[in-house]
C-alpha cells in the first residue's frame, strides 16, 4: 500500500513541479515590466529638467546663483511633474530588485543581497532627495523671488540650506544605486556565456556601476551630481542600462525550490 501511495502521488508531484516552474518564471517578467516603465520615467523626467552645472548657471554658491535657479524652478509650470518622474524611475527599479537576485546562481548569492540592499537603500534616498528638489525646493524660491534682492538675504540662506541638503542626499544617493549596478552586473556574470546578451549588459554594467563610485570618491560629484558637467551622461547610462536589464531577465532560467 505504502508503493501504491508513492506511485499515486507522483502525478500529483509533475504538477506541483510544473506549477512552480510556470510561478517562477513571473520572477523574471514582472521585475522586467516594472525596469522598463522605471527607466522610462527617469529618462523622460530628466531629459525635460534643466542643466544645472558651471556652463549654465552663474557661480555656485553666490547669492545670483540661488536667485537664478529659484527663478529657473518658478519660470517652469510642470517642475514638480518633472521631479515626479525622476523619482518614481529608480523606486520602480528597487521594486523589482527582489524578483532580480532571486534569478541569480546560488553561487551569487551575496552579491544579489548587496545589491538590493543598495538599491532599495539608494532609492529611498533619491526620493527624499527629489521631494526637496521638486516639491519644497520652489516653496523657499517663492519666497525668495517675493523678497527680492536686497531683502533676500535669509531666503536666500534657507534656500540654498535646501539645494545643498538635496545635493548631499543626491550624491549619497547616486554612489549607492552604483554599488548596486555594480553588483548586480558582478551577479549576471556568474555561469554567463562569454558571448551571450547577458554578458553584454553584466559587462557593461561593471562601467556604468563604477563610474558614480569613481565620481564620488574623486569629488567630481561633490557637493552633489547634479551639478557636474557629467550628470547628464551619467544618468543617461543608468537609466539605459536598466532598461537592458529588463531585456536581459527573461532569457535568465528560474531557480525551482525543490
Known sequence: MIVAQDQDDVPRRLRECRGGRETSRLDAWIPAALLFPGSLAFLGGGSRHPHVNAMTMPAPGSDEYFRHFAGMMLAMPRWELIHTLILVGPVLWALAAAGITRLFPDRATALGDVARTALITGATLWALAFVLDGYVG?????????????????????????????????????????????????????????????????????????????????????????????????????????????????????????
Do not use: K
Not at 540650506?161 to 549619497?172: E, Q
Open 138 to 258: 520652489p516653496r523657499h524660491a517663492q519666497a525668495l523671488i517675493a523678497a527680492g534682492p536686497g531683502s533676500d538675504a535669509a531666503t536666500i540662506a534657507t534656500f540654498g540650506a535646501n539645494a545643498f541638503t538635496m545635493a548631499r542626499i543626491g550624491m549619497i544617493s547616486i554612489a549607492l544605486m552604483g554599488a548596486a549596478v555594480l553588483t548586480m552586473s558582478a551577479g549576471l556574470l556568474f555561469g554567463a556565456r562569454l558571448r551571450s546578451w547577458r554578458a553584454f549588459v553584466g559587462g557593461t554594467g561593471l562601467l556604468v556601476g563604477a563610474w558614480p563610485l569613481c565620481a564620488t570618491v574623486t569629488g567630481e560629484f561633490s557637493p552633489g551630481p547634479f551639478t557636474s558637467v557629467y550628470w547628464t551622461a551619467t544618468a543617461l547610462a543608468l537609466g539605459v542600462w536598466f532598461l537592458l536589464l529588463g531585456t536581459a531577465l527573461p532569457g535568465l532560467r528560474p531557480r525551482v525550490s525543490s
